[in-house]
């Protein structure tokens, strides 16, 4: 299938009909009854992870194929979400030419970070891009200000001169986003029982584009480019001894890797036209290694399962407060209720990022290979019991064969 092999294949078609069916799974409880607040099938949420699924599916291309460690990503992120807001402002609120701007914009400054950080290796490659994603959160924020708004952030007005398209409706308002008319909020809720699905124009423009880019994804991986960064990452040193210079390859391999880093800031200001320069930052850097090394870095839908944990975890598992954990533990007698609400709540709420630390300890300690590794071990383990029990019937079928002779 689109010149994929068999294994491929199923994972490309398992990550479509993740995407596809994703209002069905991320809504497994009736909106009515006290768990619905751990569904996370509404439109915001759902956009977050496949957004930054093609953030963490770039960034495996370079630090998973090369093991380069990057700490600047985030800047081209931001830089992607600057260009595409101003293509708002200046030509169209269709979404289209601000996402075509977003990559080209990210891969120009990223051909220029990765020309100069890539003279080094190591830990001073990853310093070298912390510096430069540190430097741009300062000129964003403080330096640029008559283009990135400062602070503020850079957002859409009444008095943007936009080419095509008007800059106010006839309601007085900013127009909304849209893809060739279809407005990025438009939707429908389908109501079955007690369940709520919702349906959303923006989240399925975005499902489309991750696909689309997990594909080429793929065929990066399966390619001989892909072959040789995997090479860089084995023994550069041996590619040097056969005449190879790997530096070509490093390169064009952290271009692509800001281009999908662009293509995901482009999509955020596609959902929500504000560009701010918090998103440069290093901890949103560190956010998206996090995202790659729980899910399985040098996997294919590795980075896609961290993106979706850890949003998982910043929207739904951080609004359990007090007063949920006493609801739940209501039929308790009140000592030992109040007890256990002490012990838990320190790890859940505002205090998510503590749960987080300790999965991303165990994963690193007991799953080198993140979450991958972990469903291939079940998976064996399902294996192994299927192999066992057919063993033993076929052992247990032997004598009767031999009596009825």
């Given at each position: 299938?689109?010149?994929?092999?068999?294994?491929?294949?199923?994972?490309f078609?398992?990550?479509?009909?993740?995407?596809?069916?994703?209002?069905?799974?991320?809504?497994?409880?009736p909106?009515d009854s006290?768990?619905?607040?751990?569904?996370?099938?509404?439109?915001?949420?759902?956009?977050?992870?496949?957004?930054?699924?093609?953030?963490?599916?770039?960034?495996?291309?370079?630090?998973?194929?090369?093991?380069?460690?990057?700490?600047?990503?985030?800047?081209?992120?931001g830089?992607?979400?600057?260009?595409?807001?101003?293509?708002?402002?200046?030509?169209?609120?269709?979404?289209?030419?601000?996402?075509?701007?977003s990559?080209?914009?990210?891969?120009?400054?990223?051909?220029?970070?990765?020309?100069i950080?890539?003279?080094?290796s190591?830990?001073?490659?990853?310093?070298?891009?912390l510096?430069f994603?540190?430097?741009?959160?300062?000129?964003?924020?403080?330096?640029?200000?008559?283009?990135?708004?400062?602070?503020?952030?850079?957002?859409?007005?009444?008095?943007?001169?936009?080419?095509?398209?008007?800059?106010?409706?006839?309601?007085?308002?900013?127009?909304?986003?849209?893809?060739?008319?279809?407005?990025?909020?438009?939707?429908?809720?389908?109501?079955?029982?007690?369940?709520?699905?919702?349906?959303?124009?923006?989240?399925?423009?975005?499902?489309?584009?991750?696909v689309?880019?997990?594909?080429?994804?793929?065929?990066?991986f399966?390619?001989?480019?892909?072959?040789?960064?995997k090479a860089?990452?084995?023994?550069?040193?041996?590619m040097?001894?056969?005449?190879?210079?790997?530096?070509?390859?490093?390169?064009?391999?952290?271009?692509?890797?800001?281009?999908?880093?662009?293509?995901?800031?482009?999509?955020?200001?596609?959902?929500?036209?504000?560009?701010?320069?918090?998103r440069?930052?290093?901890?949103?850097?560190?956010e998206?290694?996090?995202?790659?090394?729980?899910?399985?870095?040098?996997?294919?839908?590795?980075?896609?399962?961290?993106?979706?944990l850890?949003?998982?975890?910043?929207?739904?598992?951080?609004?359990?407060?007090?007063?949920?954990?006493?609801?739940?533990?209501?039929?308790?007698?009140?000592?030992?209720?109040?007890?256990?609400?002490?012990?838990?709540?320190?790890?859940?709420?505002?205090?998510?990022?503590?749960?987080?630390?300790?999965?991303?300890?165990?994963?690193?300690?007991?799953?080198p290979?993140g979450?991958?590794?972990?469903?291939?071990?079940?998976?064996?383990?399902?294996?192994?019991?299927?192999?066992?029990?057919?063993k033993?019937?076929?052992?247990a079928?032997?004598?009767?064969?031999?009596?009825?002779?």
């Amino acid at each position: 299938m689109l010149g994929l092999g068999a294994k491929d294949t199923r994972l490309f078609l398992i990550v479509i009909g993740l995407t596809l069916f994703a209002p069905f799974l991320l809504n497994p409880f009736p909106a009515d009854s006290s768990l619905a607040q751990f569904n996370a099938g509404y439109p915001d949420l759902m956009q977050r992870f496949v957004i930054f699924g093609i953030f963490a599916i770039g960034f495996n291309i370079l630090f998973g194929l090369t093991g380069y460690l990057s700490f600047g990503h985030a800047a081209f992120l931001g830089v992607g979400s600057y260009a595409g807001v101003w293509m708002m402002k200046l030509l169209t609120m269709n979404v289209v030419p601000a996402i075509l701007m977003s990559v080209i914009f990210a891969g120009l400054f990223s051909l220029l970070v990765g020309w100069i950080s890539l003279r080094r290796s190591g830990i001073y490659f990853s310093i070298l891009t912390l510096a430069f994603a540190q430097m741009s959160f300062a000129l964003a924020y403080s330096v640029l200000t008559p283009i990135t708004n400062g602070e503020t952030g850079l957002q859409l007005a009444l008095d943007d001169p936009r080419v095509l398209g008007v800059s106010r409706t006839e309601a007085g308002s900013i127009p909304l986003t849209h893809f060739f008319g279809l407005e990025m909020r438009d939707g429908f809720d389908w109501t079955i029982g007690g369940w709520v699905f919702t349906f959303n124009v923006g989240y399925y423009l975005s499902a489309l584009v991750m696909v689309a880019a997990f594909y080429v994804s793929i065929r990066i991986f399966r390619s001989p480019f892909g072959m040789m960064l995997k090479a860089v990452k084995s023994n550069q040193q041996r590619m040097l001894y056969t005449g190879l210079n790997p530096r070509p390859y490093t390169l064009a391999a952290f271009v692509i890797s800001g281009m999908y880093a662009g293509l995901a800031g482009g999509l955020m200001v596609a959902m929500d036209p504000l560009a701010g320069a918090e998103r440069m930052q290093w901890t949103a850097s560190g956010e998206v290694v996090l995202m790659t090394i729980l899910g399985g870095a040098g996997t294919l839908i590795g980075p896609v399962l961290g993106a979706g944990l850890i949003k998982y975890f910043e929207n739904i598992f951080s609004k359990i407060n007090s007063n949920v954990l006493h609801q739940w533990f209501g039929f308790l007698p009140d000592g030992l209720e109040d007890a256990l609400v002490f012990v838990v709540y320190p790890f859940v709420g505002k205090g998510w990022h503590l749960t987080l630390g300790i999965v991303f300890m165990l994963v690193v300690i007991f799953l080198p290979g993140g979450l991958v590794e972990g469903g291939q071990r079940i998976g064996r383990l399902f294996r192994r019991g299927r192999s066992s029990s057919s063993k033993h019937e076929r052992t247990a079928a032997t004598p009767s064969s031999h009596a009825a002779e």
